[in-house]
């Protein structure tokens, strides 16, 4: 029984490897289909997943943000740098998107706190 659930945990992962890799792929490619195509997929792995890769969040964010859909690329920001201790290069990309979209003084608050977190590389 142990060898079955092992087997079924080992078939989900590697569709789940598959879905992701298609999505990228998809992404990569371009186009306004191919993005619809990309965030299906991610949105679903993210969904259904126990623990979500950064980089499904940040590929997801990026699309989101190409398809002009401010706010659900936000969300996906937001599950990456609203932890304890944020990944510093995640923090700098959702600086970069608040920027973008026009928030400046958002994003001036969110690069104050990569100098807090990082200030040897502001140096």
Same mark, same amino acid.
């Given at each position: ?12 992962? !590697? ?84 920027? !973008? ?23």
């Amino acid at each position: 029984a142990q060898a079955l659930l092992e087997g079924q945990n080992d078939a989900a992962a !590697d569709v789940q490897m598959n879905e992701r890799f298609m999505a990228v792929l998809l992404a990569e490619r371009g186009g306004a289909e191919n993005r619809k195509q990309a965030r299906s997929l991610l949105e679903r792995l993210i969904e259904t997943a126990r623990e979500v890769p950064a980089g499904d969040r940040l590929l997801l964010a990026r699309l989101y943000h190409e398809d002009r859909m401010p706010q659900a690329a936000r969300e996906q920001f937001l599950a990456l740098v609203s932890g304890e201790k944020p990944v510093p290069g995640h923090v700098a990309r959702y600086a970069e998107f608040l920027l !973008d979209i026009g928030h400046a003084e958002e994003a001036g608050s969110w690069i104050v706190k990569l100098e807090a977190a990082a200030p040897a590389e502001w140096n």
